[in-house]
């Protein structure tokens, strides 16, 4: 049996080509070896009736975070567990992204979830990719940049006074040593900072909102046009779950710097699922 998984910073989403199955992140920099061992161990232990690790005989797993330097290690550590499987294959989320977009057909996939990233795709590579530098150097459009707008704001006293309320009553136990312990002593702080993006999206119409909506879009817009010298007419395909639900803003941002959105999905695990590559 054939696994395929796209996993970013928040969750991992599985197919063997019927049906998708979801575990916790598994991120080659944020989780051990134990950790991600832990994760699958977890996973099939609640998908027993359905699934045994054993006869999973081949695996194609797209992660963040799986550049080069990280692949040796994730493959040892599958294999570990699938002890039965004869090819694992671990790509970047990038691959996984445009080959669901774009199958094999060339083009611009942007990722806009957890993290941010984007490539370029001659229908079979990925050709030129950016090396992430992470949500504190980076990331800009994504939900962790995205949250640490927001709290950085909120610790500064400079969320307006209508929001200011509206976040305290969201989060009452929240306060800076909280934020601090969780954002520098717990792991996976990029995790952490964008489990607040639902709180852009409930006050979607407040000017504060749309202000860092726009100015995390345009960022990440701007950046990657002049890297890529996107042209007008070449749209740019998004996954991800920022992009899928503040897709509207997205696009505004794109009109505002002559770029155009093609298909925007909230995860690529569906296009991976029919995809025959």
């Not at 080659?28 to 699958?40: A, G």
């Not at 989320?93 to 942007?110: I, M, P, Y």
């Not at 995205?146 to 305290?168: A, N, Q």
Request: charged share 20%.
């Amino acid at each position: 049996m054939k696994l395929i998984a796209d996993s970013g910073g928040t969750k991992t989403l599985w197919t063997n080509g019927e049906k998708i199955f979801e575990t916790q992140g598994i991120h080659p920099y944020f989780n051990s070896e134990d950790e991600i061992l832990t994760i699958l161990q977890f996973f099939f232990i609640n998908q027993k009736a359905f699934l045994q690790p054993e006869n999973i005989t081949e695996i194609q797993f797209y992660g963040a975070g799986c550049g080069i330097e990280t692949q040796d290690f994730m493959q040892k550590t599958f294999q570990k567990f699938f002890q039965n499987a004869s090819h694992i294959e671990i790509q970047p989320d990038t691959l996984g992204v445009a080959r669901a977009c774009l199958g094999n057909e060339s083009g611009f996939v942007g990722i806009l979830g957890t993290g941010a990233n984007m490539c370029t795709y001659d229908g079979t590579h990925i050709t030129s990719n950016d090396t992430s530098t992470g949500f504190i150097l980076g990331d800009e459009g994504s939900g962790a940049f995205l949250g640490k707008i927001l709290i950085s704001d909120f610790l500064k006293e400079l969320l307006p006074l209508d929001l200011k309320l509206v976040f305290l009553e969201k989060y009452p136990t929240l306060d800076r040593k909280n934020i601090l312990e969780n954002i520098y002593k717990k792991p996976q702080a990029n995790k952490y900072l964008a489990s607040f993006t639902p709180f852009f999206a409930e006050n979607i119409n407040h000017i504060y909102i749309q202000k860092n909506l726009a100015l995390s879009f345009s960022l990440f817009l701007s950046y990657y046009k002049e890297k890529y010298q996107i042209p007008p007419h070449n749209p740019i395909h998004f996954v991800g779950s920022i992009a899928f639900y503040f897709q509207e803003n997205l696009k505004k941002s794109a009109q505002l710097l002559n770029l155009s959105i093609g298909n925007i999905f909230k995860n690529p695990i569906e296009g991976l699922k029919v995809q025959k590559v």
